[in-house]
Nanobody, 116 residues
Framework: QERLRESGGGLVQAGGSLRLSCSASTTILSDIDAMGWYREAPDKQRELVALIGRGRTSSYADSVKGRFTISKDHAKKVSLQMNSLKAEDTAVYYC??????????WGQGTQVTVSS
């Protein structure tokens, strides 16, 4: 069973910045196909925010392009730098990991609240 440990999040004013980090417990580094972040706002479906693959190729939701940057700090840790935050970015952010087998794992979530 994969364990994902999230850190960061909190309350920030609109226009501010936050950084989220996620570390995986896996010891089989070659088994990680992708890591990233999803978010779930009240009364909305969970949506992809950013994802980074094996070759460090990354993808972003249109709503965060140019404001958020995902990076791989090392093989088992990814970070999400969030700049120019908006009230609509308020959500619970979940770390995500996909193994090469296709198995998916989620963190417990960390709250990001942006006050306008």
């Amino acid at each position: 069973q994969e364990r994902l440990r999230e850190s960061g999040g909190g309350l920030v004013q609109a226009g501010g910045s936050l950084r989220l980090s996620c570390s995986a417990s896996t010891t089989i580094l070659s088994d990680i196909d992708a890591m990233g972040w999803y978010r779930e706002a009240p009364d909305k479906q969970r949506e992809l925010v950013a994802l980074i693959g094996r070759g460090r190729t990354s993808s972003y939701a249109d709503s965060v392009k140019g404001r958020f940057t995902i990076s791989k700090d090392h093989a088992k840790k990814v970070s999400l730098q969030m700049n120019s935050l908006k009230a609509e970015d308020t959500a619970v952010y979940y770390c995500y990991l996909r193994r090469a087998s296709g198995s998916e794992f989620w963190g417990q979530g960390t709250q990001v609240t942006v006050s306008s």
